[in-house]
């Protein structure tokens, strides 16, 4: 009989061992097949399959201890990629979808069904068919073979206004390119600060050349008039140079005036106006800023109508008289000589209401969405004097009063503005 290329060479004998140990002992005499004879000992034998054993169990039991310290690094650094603020995405060279943690999935909105496949086709046509841009995001995430080794940068706008930066790098094991990985965070607030620096720095940059603008209108007519007065003050009548006195008046007046917008707009910016309310007759208020405005503008007037001959409300009398004169002014500013404006007062429970009507310009559906902004000023002014703050001015200090403004104007008809403002106590 042949075992393992032994010949079984003659029957088992037994023999008892030590009585102490209760065990029996087999030999086995072995023929091979260079006839050469092999005493086999079952107890030795036995012997060496229990270290074989032990040995066995030693290395599964430190197996186990690796397996459990690998299981514990995964679940260690998947912890760090679900904690980190950027969504995060491995992707093989086959462009198969790899990993990735929830921070990603949120970002991109991913469907489970997606989650599930990972196949690259569904994936590449959802991510695509978000983005503005998706040739960008084809070139940057799925054709990467070309160019395996570089990391890449890249600037994403999806349809939904938000956009995100995206860096990836490849993934290496053993210095083999395996595949790259994305890092990828969203920047839409940043990129909304940065485009908004940008306006505010060219607006600023309008400001600047149309206040020059402005100021040299009112400071020329000073200085020709100056001039004609030291040439002609000991040959002219008083009636002759009163005119060149009037218009030195008005175009400091109207320095004056812009200087002072400049200045009340950088305090409302600046946070600097304190919002203090008392009882004020609103009413009286009214009549008195009418009454001023007509002693410099007499060829527009005012029609003013109240609700009640007295109201008393509380308000911050400082802030809401520059509300009233910015709205007034610039009723008569855009509206034709002779024309009327009208300006209404009417309150209903806790809320006051004014509101200003001219039957001037108009101000362009273009134009509307921009109206509040600073030194921002409409596209049909022509050559009207004016800083671009008066309505600015208006919004911030509703907005302080916790009120609301609405505008509706048509080119050529006329505007309207009202104001509703809380009566505070």
Request: aromatic content about 10%.
């Amino acid at each position: 009989m042949n075992t393992n290329g032994y010949t079984l060479a003659r029957s088992i004998s037994k023999s008892v061992l030590k009585p102490q140990s209760e065990l029996w002992g087999f030999n086995y005499f072995c023929r091979c097949k260079s006839d050469e004879i092999v005493e086999l000992n079952m107890h030795t034998l036995i012997e060496e399959l229990k270290e074989v054993n032990k040995h066995l169990l030693q290395e599964i039991v430190e197996r186990k201890q690796k397996e459990a310290g690998l299981e514990k690094s995964v679940t260690l650094l998947r912890s760090m990629l679900e904690s980190t603020a950027y969504g995060m995405i491995a992707v093989s060279l086959e462009e198969d979808i790899v990993s990735f943690n929830q921070q990603f999935v949120q970002m991109w909105q991913i469907p489970n069904s997606l989650k599930i496949s990972r196949k690259s086709f569904p994936c590449q046509a959802f991510f695509e068919n978000q983005l503005k841009q998706p040739q960008l995001f084809r070139d940057s995430m799925w054709e990467m073979k070309c160019d395996c080794q570089s990391d890449r940068y890249d600037i994403l706008e999806l349809k939904d206004g938000r956009v995100f930066a995206q860096y990836s790098k490849p993934q290496k094991v053993n210095h083999e390119v395996i595949g790259r990985v994305w890092s990828i965070w969203d920047i839409s607030e940043l990129s909304q600060a940065l485009e908004q620096s940008k306006q505010l720095g060219e607006l600023r940059s309008q400001f600047l050349s149309m206040l020059s603008h402005q100021l040299r209108t009112p400071l020329n007519v000073v200085s020709f008039s100056n001039s004609l007065l030291k040439r002609y003050i000991n040959e002219w009548t008083e009636e002759k140079t009163k005119p060149l006195l009037d218009r030195i008046q008005m175009a400091v007046e109207q320095l004056s005036k812009m200087l002072d917008d400049i200045i009340f707009f950088a305090k409302a910016e600046a946070a600097k106006l304190h919002f203090e309310a008392k009882p004020l007759n609103v009413v009286r208020l009214c009549h008195e800023i009418v009454a001023q405005i007509h002693t410099y503008s007499s060829q527009t007037r005012i029609n003013f109508v109240s609700q009640d001959c007295c109201f008393t409300a509380f308000f911050d009398k400082k802030l809401l008289e520059p509300i009233l004169k910015n709205l007034l002014d610039n009723a008569i500013k855009y509206s034709p000589s002779g024309a009327v404006v009208d300006f209404q007062l009417s309150w209903e429970q806790e809320t006051v209401i004014f509101q200003v009507t001219d039957r001037g310009i108009g101000i362009p559906t273009a134009d509307k969405a921009r109206l509040f902004e600073p030194f921002y000023r409409g596209s049909n002014i022509a050559n009207l004097p004016g800083t671009g703050l008066g309505l600015a001015i208006v919004k911030t200090l509703v907005d302080l009063h916790g009120g609301h403004i609405d505008m509706k104007s048509e080119v050529g008809v006329g505007t309207t503005f009202t104001i509703m403002l809380p009566s505070m106590k």
